[in-house]
T-cell receptor, first 113, second 112 residues
């Protein structure tokens, strides 16, 4: 069964450093998403991406965040200058057409120290 | 703003019991509702998707119902097994392709 692949599974970074989280969505999917889950809290939407542009973003997704689909297969989330409160599990998801539900990756646990 | 609530937050049952997990949402203008399973430290596995025009979906021992007008969904698990132990999340989407709003989950433990 096709999977959404995320790398790395765990990343530790120092406050103020830039991090890039990587995702390989399912190949025939057209909609891509990033969500995050701070420990003990709800899963929160960050951003959706369709047709090579951001289609929707949340209040969390400020100027410190950016997304890119650099080569037609990878989908990345960049955090420019990490803060302690960015520590969370970050999930990538993709959807074939936005109608038949999502497939989530297994997540990247980001720890900012 | 859409709010999704799941009750109970935690549930512990002996193996073999049938159980019901509840999900409520404040804005009935949804496109679909999805139930996920999350194992500790892991990603989300989609269990069932109900479109707004549907009333229920079934997969094996799982049955999810949707009452859009009252803003409620239930996930019914028949003959629970220890392997069903996980956190169950429901999420609603307002439009095709757009963001999902998640509930806080129900943490289920099924004891042998």
């Amino acid at each position: 069964e096709p999977e959404v692949t995320q790398t790395p599974s765990h990343q530790v970074t120092q406050m103020g450093q830039e991090v890039i989280l990587r995702c390989v969505p399912i190949s025939n999917h057209l909609y891509f998403y990033w969500y995050r889950q701070i420990l003990g809290q709800k899963v929160e939407f960050l951003v959706s991406f369709y047709n090579n542009e951001i289609s929707e973003k949340s209040e969390i997704f400020d100027d410190q965040f950016s997304v890119e689909r650099p080569d037609g297969s990878n989908f990345t989330l960049k955090i420019r200058s990490t803060k302690l409160e960015d520590s969370a599990m970050y999930f990538c998801a993709s959807s074939r057409n936005g109608i038949y539900g999502y497939t989530f990756g297994s997540g990247t646990r980001l720890t900012v120290v | 703003k859409q709010e999704v609530t799941q009750i109970p937050a935690a549930l512990s049952v002996p193996e073999g019991e049938n159980l019901v997990l509840n999900c409520s949402f404040t804005d009935s203008a949804i496109y679909n509702l999805q139930w996920f399973r999350q194992d500790p430290g892991k990603g989300l596995t989609s269990l069932l998707l109900i479109q707004s025009s549907q009333r229920e979906q079934t997969s094996g021992r799982l049955n999810a119902s949707l009452d859009k007008s009252s803003g409620r969904s239930t996930l019914y698990i028949a003959a629970s097994q220890p392997g069903d132990s996980a956190t169950y999340l429901c999420a609603v989407g307002p439009n095709a392709g757009n963001m999902l709003t998640f509930g806080g989950g129900t943490r289920l433990m099924v004891k042998p």
